[in-house]
């Protein structure tokens, strides 16, 4: 088999010389991100507060994620947390808002500024590790964690699923570019990329 292209509605194939496909993409738009934040002093009462909002635990270290009701709990960074909702939640900044008031912290929708990218297959962390500067051992970087990473000064939080799963999570703004560039590195493993849900937000 060539390694010519094969295209329709959005899903493009480059396999190998033969006729290999060892990295699968996926973009997706999210149907709900809040960015939940506070300041140094108001971590105590935002961790609490998130807690009796979504009646579960969050997590104690940036990296660390919890599932929960309302969705994937991630702690984004030491005084904040990203929550990603697996349906849309039009009332979920109020819902939110009614637990964290101004005095605690901040509600942030970012529904709209975030696409998701999932990421497989027998050379996923080949391909990933030629863009980003991480130590994809399982030791280093173990199932269920995420890194706060980026290359070319584009952010990226990166959630590995399984040993050669991920999820990556960019700015919408930048997405197309950031689509490009994986599909890129992992062209001489053979790729498939599906983006036909993401046109009108991507483009």
């Avoid at 929550?83 to 529904?111: C, K, M, N, T, W």
């Avoid at 996923?124 to 990473?149: C, E, I, N, S």
Wanted: aromatic share 6%; glycine share 6%.
């Amino acid at each position: 088999m060539s390694n010519a292209t094969t295209t329709r509605s959005g899903h493009t194939v480059h396999p190998t010389h033969q006729g290999l496909v060892q990295v699968h993409m996926t973009a997706q738009r999210l149907q709900s991100v809040t960015l939940l934040s506070t300041w140094a002093s108001g971590i105590e009462a935002l961790t609490q507060a998130v807690h009796s909002a979504l009646g579960c635990t969050p997590p104690a270290h940036t990296g660390h994620a919890t599932a929960c009701e309302a969705g994937l709990l991630m702690r984004s960074g030491p005084l904040e947390f990203m929550l990603i909702g697996a349906h849309p939640a039009p009332d979920r900044v109020a819902q939110l808002r009614a637990h964290i008031p101004a005095e605690i912290g901040s509600v942030l929708d970012l529904s709209h500024a975030r696409i998701r990218v999932q990421l497989h297959g027998a050379k996923a962390v080949d391909a990933l590790a030629k863009l980003y500067a991480l130590d994809f051992r399982p030791a280093a970087f173990p199932v269920g964690r995420f890194q706060l990473t980026g290359h070319h000064h584009i952010p990226c939080v990166l959630h590995r699923l399984d040993t050669q799963h991920f999820e990556l999570y960019f700015l919408s703004t930048y997405a197309h570019g950031q689509i490009a560039a994986l599909a890129d590195a992992a062209l001489e493993y053979g790729v498939a990329v599906d983006e036909h849900d993401t046109t009108d937000q991507v483009y």
